[in-house]
């Protein structure tokens, strides 16, 4: 039998083959890609298109190879005849088209991820390879064949192990991007990847679950299955916030997928991003899905007969706009079933076909069409027609209507007849206010009953022209040189004539507000609101969602307890499957104690079993008097988290530590921990956490993921985790939310995010309002 370090050895021979391999292509890719841009624009159009087409292909393939660098190879499957095969990143097959790596997606490599002892088919041992850059430093062997004689031979070479890999990437320092989970994907989770495209999966899990991972790699396995059906549709995720989408934009390149679209609710509607909030009331009340028929309301309201109606004198004869006219020409335009500025157009054109013939009928001749057209030329261009038309079909833009919707409280009375007083005061803001996120909802209804601003509708309109005159000269240009046999099809010259590649592909689904995409991932959805749902499933009618969260993490008032209640109002009751997991991979096993425990109290709906591993120490607790003053607290804090983030954060940025306080004591906490770095830390590592300039401490920085240390409240770090955490002040948090379940879920969420240490730290009357 083979020792270990002569196996290490076999592997690494076996990885430099495959490495080789992506080496070769990557050349050969570069050397067409080269080629094809040496010939610049010489020959004819055809010729260029062509070679366009061409230059995008290799530029995105080279883009995928690139990015699967990192543990190209990281398992292998050992079947019962002792074939051998490896699982990596990508599929890779050498010259003579012999398989050198079967990608992670492949239904070859279904086994790799769930095969177990009692269900393993012809497998009889599982591989984990671990990679350091291109270097093979450790192999772990899983025989699922009892009977085979692989038990003996891996035992006597000291690479029998069971969950080894995956334990030492539970146990790796966080570096502030999430990083993928290819090599350790459990049989639980890769069953909720594989799920069909064509069903809404709701994936319940509790903290540290591999919720998102899930999600991710589902989106990746989709992207690869799919190819043909998602790759022009696009698929889109939606995440909590701009910090958990800068930690997780790593992912679905590492796993060879670029050109995903990634959104928050607050950036889904393009041109109106927005990071301001509402009272969490407030946003409650905007959620509603009975605010749909409010915006229908003040969009109806905009649609009436003006009290007075004009009578111009065209050529010697009066002509009078009647009521019958005004009447006639809404029920006309309405049944278009068009949006309201386009259904303007045959609005106006009935009132103004109507006055135009009753002119006709006032008459004892017959006129020559000349005249008729002069007639209906001056009833256009005359203003009091044009005012009166304004006030009987008003066209409209969306900011415009929301800011009058929240400006003036009689209009939400009048359109919003529900709502109490107590409401309409909560909603009630200044004019021109900021757009909030609770807003972005509204606005992206109003638009769909809108449709385009007027005053931009022609300008699309003649880009919608072109772009038809293009695709035909794209076809007819294929026809007639006797290309697009599949390899370069219409879709694609004209992409490239217009220069989308796949990446401009998404960039350009992004910037499209009625882009119908052909998967949608969301993240943290427990948080979404009844508006928020019908923003989305605009953008996908197809209901195929992969839908991931927590009811447990629940913090929004207007958001999900029971997955039941809202999904079978949105997609019925046979339209979605609920998949669950239960192992928490993030946390100590003391830390998902104690959060369950504290759940559970709490009544919130804990669906995940103990962590995977137990670590000595990863809960303390830190108890402070109550006659301290305020910079003996915030010392006390100092105390707690500087040393952790001498132990856990390294010169060479890995390592993330966060305090977790009280909205009202994040500016101050902050502010002394930052004067306190250079006295407590080594000037290097303090250096790495200040930053280059005193004001740009990183400390204080935005992407929470991003900053070694952070500092910042629980509505902040969903969805992030972090080697250490320190939770101050429990009580104080619980105390400020909304509601005693949204502030439940605030404090679940902040128990969970460490991965090594939670030190919790509570003053004595702290502790009697809420004791953890």
């Known amino acids: 039998m083979s020792s270990y370090s002569s196996q290490i050895d076999d592997e690494q021979h076996e ?389 009058q919707l929240f400006s003036k409280p009689e209009q939400l009375r009048r359109f919003a007849p529900w709502l109490s007083d107590q409401d309409i005061n909560a909603l009630t803001r200044p004019k021109n206010s900021p757009l909030t996120i609770s807003d972005i909802p509204l606005l992206d209804e109003a638009m769909e009953l809108l449709g385009p601003d007027p005053k931009v509708s022609a300008r699309e309109a003649a880009a919608k022209a072109r772009r038809e005159e293009e695709e035909k000269y794209a076809k007819e240009t294929l026809a007639q040189s006797g290309i697009g046999s599949g390899i370069v099809t219409s879709s694609m010259l004209l992409d490239n004539i217009n220069g989308l590649g796949t990446e401009d592909v998404a960039e350009q689904a992004g910037a499209d507000r009625e882009w119908v995409y052909g998967h949608i991932v969301i993240d943290e959805a427990q948080e979404l609101t009844d508006m928020d749902w019908r923003m989305l499933i605009r953008r996908c009618p197809s209901r195929s969602f992969t839908i991931v969260g927590d009811v447990a993490q629940t913090s929004a008032l207007g958001g999900t307890r029971h997955w039941e209640k809202t999904m079978d109002r949105l997609f019925g009751a046979d339209g979605w499957d609920l998949r669950e997991l239960t192992i928490n991979y993030r946390n100590p096993k003391e830390v998902s104690q104690l959060a369950s425990q504290f759940a559970q109290n709490e009544g919130l709906y804990v669906s995940t079993n103990e962590g995977v591993r137990t670590m000595e120490d990863s809960v303390q607790y830190v108890t402070l008097n109550d006659d301290l003053p305020s910079n003996a607290f915030l010392d006390a804090i100092e105390k707690q988290a500087l040393p952790l983030a001498q132990q856990f954060i390294s010169k060479d940025g890995t390592g993330r530590v966060a305090v977790i306080a009280p909205n009202n004591l994040v500016s101050s906490i902050r502010q002394n921990l930052y004067h306190r770095l250079c006295d407590h830390l080594e000037p290097e590592l303090a250096s790495l956490l200040m930053g280059k300039y005193p004001y740009e401490s990183r400390i204080t920085s935005d992407s929470l993921s991003d900053a070694p240390l952070s500092v910042c409240d629980a509505q902040t770090i969903k969805g992030l985790e972090y080697d250490a955490v320190v939770l101050a002040e429990p009580g104080a948090i619980s105390e400020s939310a909304p509601s005693r379940p949204s502030g439940a879920a605030d404090l679940y969420v902040a128990l969970t995010r460490p991965t090594q240490r939670l030190v919790i730290v509570q003053t004595k009357s702290d502790k009697e309002i809420l004791s953890i």
């Open 15 to 403: 990885v430099d083959r495959a490495y080789g391999r992506l080496d070769s292509l990557r050349e050969q890719t570069r050397t067409r890609l080269d080629a094809v841009r040496a010939a610049g624009a010489h020959g004819s159009p055809t010729m260029r298109t062509e070679r366009d087409s061409f230059a995008t292909m290799y530029e995105d393939r080279l883009t995928q190879l690139r990015s699967v660098e990192d543990r190209l190879v990281f398992g292998r499957l050992d079947n019962d005849k002792g074939q051998k095969h490896y699982i990596g990143r990508i599929g890779l097959s050498d010259e003579s088209h012999e398989p050198i790596l079967t990608d992670w997606r492949a239904e070859a490599a279904r086994p790799f991820y769930e095969a177990t002892p009692s269900h393993h088919g012809d497998i009889a041992m599982r591989r984990h390879l671990t990679l350091n850059f291109r270097k093979v430093v450790g192999i772990e062997d899983e025989v699922l064949d009892v009977n085979s004689g692989r038990v003996d031979q891996a035992q006597q070479a000291g690479t029998l192990t069971g969950e080894g890999a995956l334990i030492a990437s539970l146990n790796s320092k966080r570096t502030g991007k999430m990083t993928d989970i290819v090599a350790t994907i459990q049989g639980e989770q890769d069953r909720i990847i594989r799920a069909p495209l064509d069903r809404t999966i709701v994936v319940q899990g509790g903290p540290g679950t591999g919720k998102t991972a899930v999600a991710l790699h589902r989106a990746a396995y989709l992207l690869y299955t799919h190819r043909r059906k998602l790759e022009r549709s696009g698929v889109l995720v939606v995440g909590p916030s701009s910090a958990f989408l800068r930690y997780i934009n790593q992912v679905l390149p590492s796993l060879g997928e670029t050109g995903v679209v990634s959104r928050t609710i607050g950036d889904l509607v393009p041109g109106f991003g927005t990071i301001e909030t509402d009272t969490p009331y407030a946003a409650k009340l905007k959620g509603e899905a009975r605010m749909a028929h409010a915006v229908a309301n003040a969009v109806a309201a905009r649609e009436r007969i003006p009290k007075a109606l004009p009578t111009v004198r065209i050529n010697g004869t009066d002509v009078q706009m009647t009521q019958v006219d005004i009447r006639t020409a809404i029920d006309h335009a309405r049944r278009t079933r068009s949006p309201h500025n386009r259904a303007r157009e045959a609005f106006v054109k009935t009132v103004l076909s109507a006055m135009r013939n009753r002119y006709v009928e006032n008459l004892d001749y017959t006129p020559e069409q000349s005249e008729i057209s002069d007639v209906a030329m001056q009833l256009k261009m005359n203003n009091d027609i044009r005012k009166t038309l304004n006030l009987a079909w008003l066209p409209m833009n969306a900011p415009w209507l929301i800011d």
